[in-house]
């Protein structure tokens, strides 16, 4: 079945770049009508989606972040990232990975990034 | 940008018991783009159920998801142990943005 995992560092200082990527196993993103996302929880509060990547590169952020978000996609690599720019101590969170359709299944994993 | 409030904020239970939650949208939305998801500490959500009635595989039919325009519902009838959780509603479609709820606790 189609997996995701999440990796990059943990730790990021604030008002440097968080970076993270997803790697895919089990599915081509080169095709179908799927988001490749990006989901936030913060600790002891809710979910919050990030934004996505389309296979063709054409992304779409949620407009809290979008002035800090960037995402792209590998399709070769079956890789997908996340850039969040001049991060502070509220982007501490566990970050998840996901496809999306009108919803969102499977699920990466998660990583805490700690902002510190 | 659709909100989504979800009710009780926490509902405490006993096993065998029958959990009702509540997502309200702040307008109206199509059922396909309506999920539920349950999320327990160290592991990623779980798609219980999507297009608002239709249960993910694998999940146990103990899992029920109503609803219709702006009211939605999940219900979880007769509590096991493992059901005690945070479970989150979610919306696709509104400026295609996807949205959750806050969330609503259901505990022993």
């Known amino acids: 079945q189609v997996q995701l995992q999440e990796s990059g560092p943990k730790l990021v200082k604030p008002s440097e770049t968080l970076s993270l990527t997803c790697s895919v196993f089990n599915a081509s993103l080169s095709r179908g009508s799927y988001y490749w996302s990006w989901i936030r929880h913060h600790p002891g509060k809710g979910l919050e989606w990030i934004g996505y990547?389309?296979?063709?590169?054409?992304?779409y952020y949620n407009p809290s972040l979008k002035n800090r978000v960037t995402m792209s996609i590998d399709t070769s690599k079956r890789q997908f990232s996340l850039k969040l720019a001049a991060v502070t101590v509220a982007d501490t969170a566990i970050y998840f990975c996901?496809?999306?359709?009108?919803?969102?299944?499977?699920w990466g994993q998660g990583i805490l990034v700690t902002v510190s | 940008e659709i909100v989504l409030t979800q009710s009780p904020v926490t509902l405490s239970l006993s096993p065998g018991e029958t959990a009702t939650l509540s997502c309200k949208a702040s307008?109206?939305?199509?059922?396909?783009?309506l999920a539920w998801y349950q999320h327990k500490p160290g592991q990623p959500p779980r798609l219980l159920i999507y297009g608002a009635s239709n249960r993910a595989t694998g999940i146990p039919d103990r899992f029920s998801g109503s609803g219709s325009e702006t009211d939605f519902t999940l219900t979880i009838s007769s509590l096991e142990p493992e059901d005690f959780a945070v479970y989150y509603c979610?919306?696709?479609?509104?400026?295609?943005?996807?949205?959750f709820g806050q969330g609503t606790k259901v505990e022993i």
């Open positions: 307008q109206s939305i199509s059922a396909s783009f």
């Open positions: 990547v389309f296979f063709s590169g054409h992304t």
């Open positions: 979610q919306q696709y479609g509104g400026s295609f943005m996807y949205t």
């Open positions: 996901a496809r999306g359709t009108n919803w969102f299944d499977p």
